[in-house]
């Protein structure tokens, strides 16, 4: 079992960034998003599916449905240009996704 | 506030045993309130979960490693640590150790790694 992202996303700052998961039968598993900045330790952003840790800033958002994830990143800024990894469990294993490199233009 | 800070040798020798602690400050593993956990991230490239501890000692794992790994537990050090066997070159990564407030798994989704420590870097010689 894998999860698909694609490897890039570029955004202007301001507009909103869409980041895709895909797996078979992923709405059915509660999906969580890490972003990852380069020498840094990944920082959870969304859990279980759209929740937002304490100090997560509003304009990130999560869904789940079908097959496929999305984390949302609205009025992008240049802080939010990171790596991007999803995470769900599937077949005994917590699974994380290829990650998604979001390039703030 | 509970921050994770993992510690072992620089470097391991291929086809030896890989082992390395995580300290956990700022809250007790035997409180019970939170899950374990071993990622690792081979140079450039994606996140892997290893397992997962919990205080009394139960453990999950990564299928694809399960046979290599062997993840403890000391409540009165309040630390947990990892062991891999023979390593080879394809086990060269960072390691994290990290936190979730729920089993892998979990059906209320709460097996998210909320807290991370900073990650060592572990290069395998052959």
């Known amino acids: 079992y894998g999860l698909t992202q694609p490897p890039s996303v570029s955004v202007s700052p301001g507009q909103t960034a869409s980041i895709l998961c895909s797996g078979d039968n992923l709405g059915d598993k509660y999906v969580c998003w890490y972003q990852q900045k380069p020498g840094q330790s990944p920082l959870l952003v969304i859990s279980?599916?759209?929740k937002r840790p304490s100090g997560i800033p509003e304009r990130f958002s999560g869904s789940n449905s079908g097959n496929t994830a999305t984390l949302s990143i609205s009025g992008t800024q240049a802080m939010d240009e990171a790596e991007y990894y999803c995470?769900?469990?599937?077949?005994?294993?917590?699974?994380f996704g290829t990650g998604t490199k979001v390039t703030v233009l | 506030q509970l921050q994770l800070q993992e510690s072992g040798p620089g470097l391991v020798k291929a086809s030896e045993t890989l082992s390395l602690t995580c300290t956990v400050s700022g809250g007790s593993i035997s409180s019970g309130t939170y899950y374990w956990g071993w990622i690792r991230q081979p140079p450039g490239k994606g996140l892997e979960w290893i397992g997962t501890i919990y205080y009394s000692g139960t453990t999950y794992y990564n299928p694809s490693l399960k046979s290599r790994v062997t993840i403890s537990v000391d409540t009165s050090k309040n630390e947990f640590s990892l062991r891999l066997s023979s390593v080879t070159a394809a086990d060269t990564a960072l390691y994290y150790c990290?936190?979730?407030?729920?089993?892998?798994?979990?059906?209320?989704?709460?097996?998210?790694?909320?807290?991370w420590g900073q990650g060592t870097m572990v290069p395998v010689s052959s």
């Open positions: 279980q599916d759209t």
């Open positions: 995470q769900a469990w599937d077949n005994s294993t917590i699974v």
């Open positions: 990290a936190t979730s407030r729920g089993i892998p798994g979990s059906s209320l989704g709460e097996d998210a790694f909320h807290i």
